[in-house]
């Protein structure tokens, strides 16, 4: 069964930069979109950034420019690389795999979930 497991969260001051990996296995490369998501208490799960099974991104607003979301050739890990951070962005973060997701920012489209990364802008 598909598993994964994310790195790279930690504390970093405004405008700061950190880089996040998930680790993914187990999962058909070509039927499944991975995603970016993350919670900051008391808010709805919030979709960051997305790879279709066309290998399209997609990266929510408040975001782009600012966050990349990337994966590696043997399309095993993927990552977010994220600058400029803000306390706004402050939450955990979630890698997350679905299958043919018509809708990559939408956690609903999604089955598959890590545990979670801390991120904390201060």
């Known amino acids: 069964h598909v598993q994964l497991v994310e790195s790279g969260g930690g504390s970093v001051q405004t405008g700061g930069s950190l880089r996040l990996s998930c680790a993914a296995s187990?999962?058909?490369?070509?039927?499944?979109?991975l995603a970016w998501f993350r919670q900051a208490p008391g808010k709805a799960r919030e979709g960051v950034a997305g790879?279709?099974?066309?290998?399209?991104?997609t990266t929510t607003d408040s975001v782009k420019g600012r966050f990349t979301i990337s994966r590696d050739s043997a399309k095993t890990t993927l990552f977010l690389e994220m600058n400029s951070l803000k306390p706004d962005d402050s939450a955990t973060y979630y890698c997350?795999?679905?299958?043919?997701?018509?809708?990559?920012?939408?956690?609903?489209?999604?089955?598959?979930w890590g545990q979670g990364t801390q991120v904390t802008v201060s």
């Open positions: 997350a795999t679905g299958v043919y997701c018509a809708n990559v920012l939408s956690p609903s489209e999604y089955d598959t």
């Open positions: 790879i279709g099974t066309n290998g399209v991104t």
């Open positions: 187990g999962y058909h490369h070509s039927a499944y979109c």
